[in-house]
């Protein structure tokens, strides 16, 4: 493989930055939809006020879901192992989401067909299922991946899931839920308190500034809880150029072990340092009634959220909770040097152009949404 540019070490490291990359694009661009969605029930009272939200998000929600195809396919292209192991074994929790999400697409369609309250009503509820369930179980799925999945590996290379849905609803698991849900409605509050008008605006604004509130208590103390657990560290000399091999290494569970990358790279200490910023400007900003600063700044928290995880287990992307040897990490689980540098064009090639017209389409949809827009417009929800 003399002839690619880029040695297989740097290829990893630039595919585990990009997996970050696109699962952080589609939490702060799908995390405003679903955000939205969730607090649907809540920030909107009326019939007109809850189309009003539909119609916020409504232009641009599928192509929001873009990130999240991305990273998918990032995933089971880059680190096959990885996709093996966290699709079949969290097949049910997947397909919670997966479900879940459904409800979205067919909630906007069929919600104004008939004009009953009820009717309405009952699409709306599924419309916050289809916010808040995927929000908490990915938070969820998180929690469960610092706390190591139950899988191993025997010696041909046959993966064995020992663990069920309930065993993925652990106390500190169902806390990372709910961070998850609270960075995700803040977002949400965001977008609605700086796009409506009126008693609608004034309540996402109350909305967001509790759950700003609450996810920086709840990241805190989520922190706290991960300073003292057992973590997963590689014992054994890694070969960054090696083939894949997950059985090849040796690992040890260490009180703490999460936190070690931080004195090893303190420039990764950025990362829960943008995420603790972020919810306090969000918190000011609620408060303030700085809607754009209120946005960045949650965006920004977001971004720092799901990026302390990456970095506090770095290297590895699923360890394993009963062979801990079995972990995965980025040196054992991803794609073959060709594989990754092929992605890499195709990649450098195509996500600007995504950037490019989903810019376009957010400058295109920009500016308030009122009352006044449903009535002007006959494709309006």
């Known amino acids: 493989m003399s002839s690619i540019p880029l040695d297989y070490e740097t290829l990893r490291l630039i595919w585990w930055v990009l997996l970050g990359v696109l699962l952080i694009g589609f939490a702060v661009m799908g995390g405003r939809d679903m955000g939205v969605g969730t607090l649907l029930p809540f920030a909107a009272k009326t019939d007109e006020e809850r189309r009003i939200l539909l119609n916020l998000i409504g232009p641009t929600w599928e192509g929001n879901q873009v990130w999240l195809v991305l990273g998918g396919g990032a995933i089971f292209a880059a680190?096959?192992?990885l996709y093996a192991v966290s699709f079949s074994g969290f097949y049910l929790a997947m397909l919670v989401i997966l479900l879940a999400l459904i409800l979205r697409p067919v909630g906007f369609k069929f919600r104004g067909k008939i004009d009953n309250p009820t009717w309405r009503a009952v699409w709306d509820w599924c419309l916050f299922i289809g916010g808040f369930v995927p929000a908490l179980i990915m938070g969820v799925a998180v929690g469960n991946v610092l706390l190591g999945a139950p899988f191993?590996?025997?010696?041909t290379m046959r993966i064995f899931y020992t663990g069920n849905f309930f065993q993925l609803l652990m106390p500190f698991a169902l806390l990372c839920g709910l961070v998850?849900?609270?960075?995700i409605s803040a977002q949400g509050a965001a977008v609605i308190a700086g796009r409506t008008q009126g008693a609608m605006a004034e309540r996402a604004r109350m909305f967001g500034l509790y759950a700003a509130a609450g996810t920086l208590v709840l990241f805190a103390l989520g922190g706290f809880w991960v300073a003292f657990m057992s973590g997963h560290v590689v014992t054994s000399v890694i070969d960054p150029a090696a083939p894949i091999n997950p059985l090849?290494?040796?690992v040890e569970l260490v009180q703490g072990g999460w936190m070690l990358?931080?004195?090893?790279y303190p420039w990764m200490v950025i990362a829960p340092i943008l995420a603790f910023v972020g919810l306090v400007v969000a918190v000011l900003g609620f408060i303030g009634r700085k809607h754009v600063i209120t946005l960045l700044a949650t965006s920004a928290a977001i971004f720092g959220i799901i990026s302390t995880a990456g970095v506090s287990l770095f290297p590895f992307l699923l360890p394993s909770s009963t062979v801990p040897g079995s972990g995965l990490t980025l040196w054992d689980a991803s794609s073959s040097h060709l594989t990754l540098f092929i992605m890499l064009v195709a990649t450098v090639i195509f996500l600007p152009i995504i950037v490019a017209y989903t810019a376009w389409v957010f400058r295109v949809m920009r500016?308030?949404?009122t009352a006044d827009n449903l009535t002007?417009?006959?494709?309006?929800y």
Not at 152 to 155: E, G, I, N, T, Y
Not at 180 to 183: E, F, I, L, W
């Open 261 to 264: 990358n931080y004195s090893k």
């Open 376 to 380: 002007k417009n006959p494709n309006a």
């Open 248 to 250: 090849a290494k040796s």
């Open 152 to 155: 191993h590996f025997d010696d």
């Open 367 to 369: 500016g308030p949404v």
């Open 79 to 81: 680190f096959p192992p």
């Open 180 to 183: 998850s849900v609270g960075m």
